[in-house]
């Protein structure tokens, strides 16, 4: 975090944080575990599973947490008692510019907005990178699917709105004919802004890690089953992390990127969950998050290198020192899946004691469950019917694993029309 200087050598008692959204909740319990006092913000949605969690010393509700005016009202409207000694943030990458503009606002501590920006707005991102000398797409912004004439590069071209998660309305645009025709579309639901990005080939690497004063305390490469928008064409939604020893030429190329692109986007302190796509020799910059990645990279992480993301997330905000030096690496290497199947009501399903029988399998979480529903997964990358965590002597057993491990659970499901 960037802090204001307090004017007096007193502090409280506990540190108040103002938290924007209550997930993941493990970031909650790390700051309550440091003795802060926790006020968790979250949208009507979320309120009542928020205040039953326990997570949180006090939970407000907001209207949005896209509006930096909502969460301020709502803070003085219920009396939060907030100084310049407290922190407004957020742990999810959806309210960074909420949070750093309600933290100004209020005269606490904050990212600037510049850096929420740059780790929020990926057209703002692919600005900084590329001026930074990384290698980057193309970036491009239209208001309409009708502007889509003007884009100045020639498809291949990925178009996706600014607010996406998921993976659910982004488009890959691989002919003019194909772009022309998604321009002439007319529904509400095609209303932008989008971003333009032209399309990068290569395999797709995530990076995740702690940052410290700029300099890199963890280095995770995790190395994506498929890309993650293959989905669509049933390409599994996992991956299996890289072993630094079994890997040290990658594993400098990705630091050596991973440290300029994290030094043009101002995020000198905290974690990262960064995206980049293999191109023979060279590295070409995807996206950055400054939150902790999503599927089961945290397991993943913690499993390998005995570092807890989460707890370096709520350390980098509270300004204790990293502890990522401190965990014991394991020998195996891991990886993680989400579970596939087809939409419709559940008939059959092998249950988590029979997936724990499958070689490898360290971890279950099981969503779908018989007699339930399982949505459309070709439409959402967080669709699942449940998440495993697999171990192995390297990463191709792992991935091999996984591979298997997702042919015989949709072979063992079954599913009727719902």
Not at 297 to 318: M, N, P
Not at 343 to 362: F, K, L, Q, W
Not at 378 to 393: E, P
Request: some cysteine; overall charge negative; glycine content about 10%.
């Amino acid at each position: 975090m960037t802090a204001t200087t307090p004017t007096g050598p007193r502090q409280p008692e506990r540190q108040p944080v103002v938290v924007l959204g209550w997930k993941p909740t493990e970031v909650l319990e790390a700051l309550g575990r440091y003795g802060a006092e926790v006020v968790c913000v979250c949208e009507p949605a979320d309120a009542a599973a928020a205040e039953k969690s326990g997570v949180a010393d006090r939970v407000v509700m907001t209207a949005s947490l896209a509006d930096a005016g909502e969460v301020v009202a709502a803070l003085v409207r219920e009396r939060v008692p907030l100084t310049e000694d407290s922190i407004v943030c957020s742990a999810d990458e959806f309210p960074l510019v909420t949070a750093s503009v309600a933290g100004e606002a209020l005269g606490c501590r904050s990212w600037p907005v510049s850096r929420a920006l740059a780790l929020r707005d990926k057209f703002v991102q692919k600005l900084l990178i590329r001026a930074a000398g990384i290698p980057v797409a193309d970036a491009h912004q239209v208001d309409r699917l009708a502007d889509l004439a003007g884009v100045p590069f020639e498809p291949p071209y990925v178009v996706k709105p600014f607010d996406e998660a998921g993976v659910r309305r982004t488009v890959l645009v691989a002919t003019t004919e194909q772009a022309e025709e998604i321009a002439a579309r007319g529904g509400a639901e095609d209303q932008g802004p989008w971003l333009v990005e032209s399309f990068v080939p290569g395999g797709e690497l995530h990076v995740d890690g702690a940052v410290r004063a700029g300099r890199l305390e963890l280095v995770s490469v995790s190395r994506y089953l498929n890309n993650v928008m293959a989905f669509r064409d049933g390409g599994l939604v996992g991956s299996t992390l890289l072993d630094p020893e079994e890997h040290p030429g990658l594993y400098a190329a990705v630091s050596d990127v991973t440290a300029r692109s994290l030094n043009a986007l101002g995020h000198p302190d905290g974690v990262f969950h960064l995206e980049l796509f293999e191109q023979d020799e060279l590295l070409v910059f995807g996206e950055c998050a400054g939150r902790v990645g999503g599927g089961r990279v945290d397991t993943v992480v913690g499993l390998k290198f005995g570092v807890d993301l989460h707890d370096e997330w709520a350390r980098a905000v509270l300004g204790l020192p990293s502890a990522a030096g401190s965990g014991l690496r394991d020998r195996r290497t891991f990886g993680w899946l989400h579970l596939p199947a087809v939409a419709g009501r559940v008939t059959a399903m092998p249950g988590p004691d029979e997936i724990r029988s499958r070689p490898g399998v360290e971890v279950v979480e099981m969503k779908a469950e018989v007699g339930g529903v399982m949505a459309d997964v070709r439409k959402d990358s967080n669709s699942r019917a449940g998440r495993v965590v697999v171990s192995g002597d390297g990463a191709a057993e792992v991935e091999q694993r996984l591979r298997d491990l997702a042919d015989w659970f949709r072979a063992a499901v079954r599913v009727e029309q719902a």
